[in-house]
């Protein structure tokens, strides 16, 4: 056994056998849906069915959301470059960091940081939350997870708590998560939605999964949607093209029912 | 309207709206799952429910290998260095290249050109899958998806495949597959397996994805398993250390039952 | 030893000491530049110099070439989202691709297949190249390193075809490039320049590097560009604008004289 | 002009014409060197001979370490699975990041702190040093530039100071970087060499470069090493071979004369 000998708790590969943390991968197959799968590898354990609904709900909310965002520009400018697949998923991989996707994991932060006060504080929620606002603002900074550039109400976060709230998982983060919205609208003069990062933010909180993998949720929902934008690039457009950021239409199928 | 307008059939983006190939987000969440909204991006229809559980189980074949692939360890790599989550996993994306992970796109176009040369043959499978082997050994080509360095018979594949029969979408491809297996066993005298790339191949397709976006299945798959991998590094591990890439021991949890 | 070990012939590391191919590295300081430095690690040898002096001159023609190139948008891209320095210029890197600095490989090729062939005729060079480009007609593929989006004449291209003339460094490879822009103009009817990319291709063939690694001169040459990129999107521009690959203009200084 | 208009100070660009930083690039063909170039684009000046002479030194001085670093065994990986060459430089630029490479920025960040306050503190240079090793280590920060795993003495170090005074550009920062290295010892009981880093970190105040793109500079020195390390990988190993981070040995030319 050398001096670089090391241990891992992931996965166990034998030859004809793969155990994901301890479950044979072939018995999970047609079994657990991918995102139970992703909730397995991540914290160690198989969800309820609840949680696993939950966490498959969270994967599909943020799965696309159109042409504009950076990871999606970065990822079709390799592409039009005649970059491999793999290339231009990293490329827009790299372009989700601290400012786009990156409010996840800060959010997680805050509400930890709230709910850890409230213990503390014994119980004054409201007080509390306001207290922690104006200490950032006091320090310029900003809560995490509330606002965004088009939507004044995040359609996917609406869902996403009732879904919540169904499955019997809305918790105190959740309640936390619209303490701050409140607060921020009296301490603003106006009203910002909580976006779907906020969303997930509180959400991932109830499911007690680390704050330093919370991005990963983002990032993982979303590599899917880059490779629809890369093939779309590669099948639809001449290489080398400049890509507009913001001048472009939708011409797909037209709203439907499910 | 600037000569630089463009066009996207993907996502629609309104104020308080998102629709995913048509379909409003929040009325997907809850009602589908990830697997199935990443072919719902991908290929622009909803699966149905048979599909929808074969495309999970595809996923979730392919969510974790081990520490040794070299995907791990260019994420393990670049996680102990420092290097930012989103940046690492691109690391480890890169690294899903020709030689790994690069199979599934390799075998769909193997399989589909046989099956181009079957319906020109009218229907005399045997025959035109030996001439086609054949013709790919004159010229050192290899088939792509069959063998592995580690198992004699992939447990991955048997399981899909039995699934496939039982959700009635195991057809000419799967059937394909197999003859290709069998007439390499000839060729060379021994028996290789076909790999959970084979199988995955064979299966996307049945479900008629483009080749072209094969190799996204398995990367889609396999970020959640860097994403593992770069978490236990930062967590476990001390920074910089030298990663050996096949001298470690897993003391994960023991087997265990679903 | 192990059945893993194996051998480079790069660098030998020792306390104290560090040898870049076979020269003590503190021996180099001061003695030779940056290039040629650059020049040593990938050949093996160190320059003449004159070869140095060439090879100072094809790094600094491909230093920077605006804000428009693809790598520089998804450098700028990356950077507005928050990504570290690094991670951007990987972004950037990736963004190098096939159609955009991937010409040098390509147009190395063609001058070596040319000059192959023109060692085969004895020497009737200007029939060779005709029908070389005949036959790549009839295939539909482009002669790489000729033509500009911007540039008529590529004032980089006859500067460094100079350079190499008065450092007794232009043979073969330049006659056969200029030999390929005649040819090009009586088989198309008009004049396309040899851009950068084909003048740096034709001299690297002259050095008698391989192919393989042509266009890594052009990635060294454009990562200093890449940075300062970066540096001004960071300390210039707000987080997360949208980038317009075209509308912008120069303010910086005013053409001067060296 | 649009909203989305924007600026740049970098590179001009007109049909027939580019202008780096004022300059027309063909006037510096043939009479400025890459290193110098690489000043200009990112400083937006031309450096004196004696900077472009230190520069190119500093360059020289970590174009390669060997086969170990981190950097060379992510770019391996990825080349092994036959990513292509720009990918795999990217794999390798993202692990250079915060622990290594990093240190040049950080280095900067406390040289410059440590000039601030012996300014305030009117010139009692040790005394302030002291002051900043104690602070630091109160706050379990170590000092970014010191100590190295293989070499108790850097022979970068001392040939890229040599230089700097030769060349009448040694001043107070290399002062304050000796200062810190004593002070180091005092403090740790032990002699801690100023690495390469810390040379280049010094070196870099001295040149009145930003801290925010002292690690670019590693960067664009280690990328022509990354090349030929890929370049290596490709040609004389096999693909997707376990590489071990430390089992290798050097077989190139012995140690020579320049």
Redo the contacts between chains.
Sequence with gaps: ??E????????????????????????????????Q??YL??K?E?PSPEVG?L???I???S??????P??V??AR??A????????????G??????????AIEEGMKLFRRIDQRIQEASGKEEEVIREVLKEMKEKKQRASGFGHR???????T???FD?AE?LGLAGKFVRIARGVKKALEEQLGKSLPINVDGAIAALLCELEI?P??G??FF???R???L???I??E????R????????????????????
């Design positions: 056994m050398s670089l000998h090391w241990k891992t708790a992931i996965t166990e590969v034998k030859p004809n056998k793969i155990c994901l943390r301890g479950y044979p991968v072939d018995k999970l197959l047609g079994k657990i849906s991918f995102a799968a992703i590898i991540l160690g198989l609904k966490i498959d709900a994967f599909v909310s799965v696309d959301h159109g042409a504009s950076p990871s520009l970065a400018t390799a039009s470059t005649g970059a491999e697949l793999n290339s231009a998923i990293a490329a991989v790299i372009a989700i960091s601290r400012f786009h996707g990156g088009i939507h004044t109400q995040d359609p996917r609406r869902r996403l879904l169904e680390p330093e993998i991005n990963a990032i993982i929902a590599v899917p949607g490779v629809a934008h093939h779309e590669r099948t639809r457009m290489p080398m093209r400049k890509i507009h950021p913001q001048d472009y239409e939708y011409d797909g199928p037209q709203e439907r029912e499910i």
